[in-house]
């Protein structure tokens, strides 16, 4: 079923950057240690194609991102620097780090800077009317730049000013890995290839229904995993022991089969699990053949049968979704149900697209992220579109596009 939005947006092909200040809102929230090194830079790295095709249309870029949850104020610990230096290393152009975000200052230093360079602002979460959506802050931003390039998936579910209120100020459009986003989920929610297989894991079910409730319209097969799972099992009348429940949502959830039962869509629930006694990484694993866990266990995982049954449906789908692990992953004694669903979409031949932190940290742990035709960089952003719902940041858009 078509979803009820557009997901149609400008790109970089449709505004002319020579000459132009182009300010770019980045995603640079990213990992560190205590000392404050960037453990991770994938983010800035999916950065660099945008950046790189401005600098070579003849644009300035001029980067703006968040940084933590510095709630309006200064916190050194959430300055940009590292990330300027890592982004200079990257992409062999000379980086400008700026000390603010907005004011005159910025702009002057902005006028001063290489124009053949990459300007980077400072976190601009240290003002609170970037979370507030503020107008006044979004044309202290936007006169930072002559054209607004969103270049930042991962925040666009967020009606902030310097997602959306920029977007509303200048001439904009997606940059190269927002329009990359946009076309993938475009493929898993408008015309998808059929058999359709979604795979959801995660703690809480309350966190998924409504995306349950979207994908039952499109998908020909759930596969549900992970402590979300015990709800829709004790739902169905079986034992689940000490393990994850949330009894408010049992009705919800029996409204749901019942969609998919209406739909003819296959609801796979684990038929067998790997448990403990308590919550603990090195707790004893202990093997529960059937659907019901006993009263002193808690299920951490899916059983080897559960794992070849979701396998066999994966391994046959022409479209894959998966957000969020089958068990407590980060363990080793419950990571297999996830090792095994996560081997299965990589060798899928048909279009696979994977969203939220943990499959993707999941997958990257496996070594097996080249195999997926994409990886969202955004988990709470690709929730709202498998949901339905168009994201503010593209919405901003649709209504501004080329001036």
């Given at each position: ?225 992970g402590g979300m799972a015990y709800t829709l099992l004790a739902a169905n009348g079986y034992r689940v022991g000490k393990s994850l429940v949330q009894v408010d949502q049992v009705d919800a959830v029996k409204r749901a089969l019942a969609k998919a039962a209406r739909l003819k869509v296959e609801v796979c629930l684990p038929e067998d699990h790997v448990c403990a006694a308590a919550f603990g990484e090195h707790e004893k694993a202990v093997a529960v053949d059937g659907p019901d866990i006993p009263g002193d266990l808690m299920g951490l995982d899916i059983g080897p049968k559960t794992r070849a049954k979701f396998a066999s449906r994966i391994r046959t789908a022409k479209t894959v979704v998966w957000n969020g692990p089958m068990g407590v992953f980060e363990w080793p004694s419950f ?69």
């Amino acid at each position: 079923m078509a979803p009820e939005f557009s997901l149609v947006t400008p790109t970089l092909r449709d505004l002319d950057l020579k000459g132009k200040r182009v300010l770019v809102r980045v995603d640079f929230n990213v990992p560190q240690d205590a000392s404050g090194a960037i453990t991770d830079d994938t983010r800035i790295r999916a950065a660099l194609p945008t950046i790189q095709e401005i600098l070579k249309q003849g644009g300035h870029p001029i980067l703006m991102s968040h940084l933590g949850r510095p709630k309006g104020k200064v916190v050194e610990a959430l300055r940009l620097v590292p990330m300027g230096e890592r982004l200079e290393e990257l992409a062999g152009v000379h980086v400008t780090k700026l000390d603010d975000c907005i004011g005159a200052g910025v702009v002057a230093a902005i006028a001063r800077a290489d124009p053949k360079g990459i300007v980077l602002l400072e976190n601009v979460r240290f003002h609170d009317g970037d979370e507030k959506s503020d107008v006044e802050f979004a044309r202290e931003l936007a006169a930072n730049g002559d054209v607004f390039v969103n270049d930042a998936f991962g925040s666009s579910h967020r009606d902030h000013a310097s997602v959306c209120g920029v977007a509303r100020l200048l001439p904009s459009c997606a940059g190269l890995l927002l329009e990359r986003e946009i076309a993938a989920f475009k493929r898993v929610l408008e015309e998808p290839e059929l058999p359709y297989v979604a795979i959801l894991g995660g703690a809480k079910i309350s966190d998924k229904l409504a995306v349950i409730d979207a994908l039952l319209d499109r998908v020909t097969t759930l596969l549900v995993g992970g402590g979300m799972a015990y709800t829709l099992l004790a739902a169905n009348g079986y034992r689940v022991g000490k393990s994850l429940v949330q009894v408010d949502q049992v009705d919800a959830v029996k409204r749901a089969l019942a969609k998919a039962a209406r739909l003819k869509v296959e609801v796979c629930l684990p038929e067998d699990h790997v448990c403990a006694a308590a919550f603990g990484e090195h707790e004893k694993a202990v093997a529960v053949d059937g659907p019901d866990i006993p009263g002193d266990l808690m299920g951490l995982d899916i059983g080897p049968k559960t794992r070849a049954k979701f396998a066999s449906r994966i391994r046959t789908a022409k479209t894959v979704v998966w957000n969020g692990p089958m068990g407590v992953f980060e363990w080793p004694s419950f990571r297999d149900g996830t090792a095994a669903v996560g081997q299965a979409v990589a060798a899928c031949a048909g279009y696979t697209v994977i969203g939220g932190g943990d499959s993707v940290a999941a997958i990257e742990m496996l070594g097996l992220a080249s195999e997926i035709k994409h990886i969202s960089t955004g988990g709470g952003a690709s929730l709202e579109l498998l949901e339905g719902t168009l994201l503010p940041g593209i919405a901003a858009l649709q209504r501004a596009g080329p001036h």
